[in-house]
């Protein structure tokens, strides 16, 4: 296991108390993240109080989220794309900026051809077209951007358990 793991907006977390339970609770909730505790509880067994303490202290450390995801093109949004950047200054300070971009909703600093990856999610291709110019763009320090448009989404997966 990693020595620690980024979360959020560029923190690192040391020692992530992953024990084996911790690590039941969080493989069934990727699966169904709606699963009660009390079924919860029965799968692992454990008591019910036993998993709610346990999901919330994950919660709160920050190891885990459960969300909702939805399927961008039922709800409008009809282009995704990844753009590739190349910057100049700081990477953290200039990934900060694209998190804060609303349509933004992936940043990645990364090693390689490119900087910074970062996943856009817009409703046609003239709102891409507006991100790119007057927001990615306009960010001090950027160099170059590539961008990447879907064509389809062949496979998009959360359960990859914690091995």
């Known amino acids: 296991m990693p020595e620690h ?3 959020g907006k560029n923190r690192a977390v040391s020692d992530t108390g992953l024990d084996e339970i911790n690590k039941q609770i969080i493989d069934h909730l990727q699966r ?3 699963m009660s505790y009390a079924t919860l509880a029965k799968t692992i067994g454990l008591s019910e109080a036993a998993v709610r303490q346990r999901v919330q202290r994950l919660l709160d450390n920050g190891l885990m989220q459960i969300v909702a995801v939805t399927d961008p093109l039922t ?3 009809a282009r995704q794309a990844m753009v590739g ?3 100049n200054g700081d990477l953290r300070e200039i990934a900060d900026k694209l998190a804060d971009i609303p349509e933004v909703d992936y940043v990645v600093i990364c090693a390689g051809r490119y900087d910074l990856l970062v996943e856009l999610v817009c409703t046609d291709d003239a709102h891409l077209l507006e991100l ?3 927001k990615v763009r306009a960010i001090e320090g950027v160099a170059s951007v ?3 448009m879907y064509l389809k989404l062949a496979k998009q997966t959360y359960a990859w358990g914690t091995r």
Do not use: A, I, K, S
Request: glycine share 12%; hydrophobic share 45%; no cysteine.
């Open 146 to 148: 590539d961008t990447f």
């Open 32 to 34: 169904d993240g709606r």
């Open 75 to 77: 709800l409008g949004f």
């Open 5 to 7: 793991v980024l979360t």
């Open 132 to 134: 790119l110019n007057e």
């Open 85 to 87: 950047l190349r910057v």
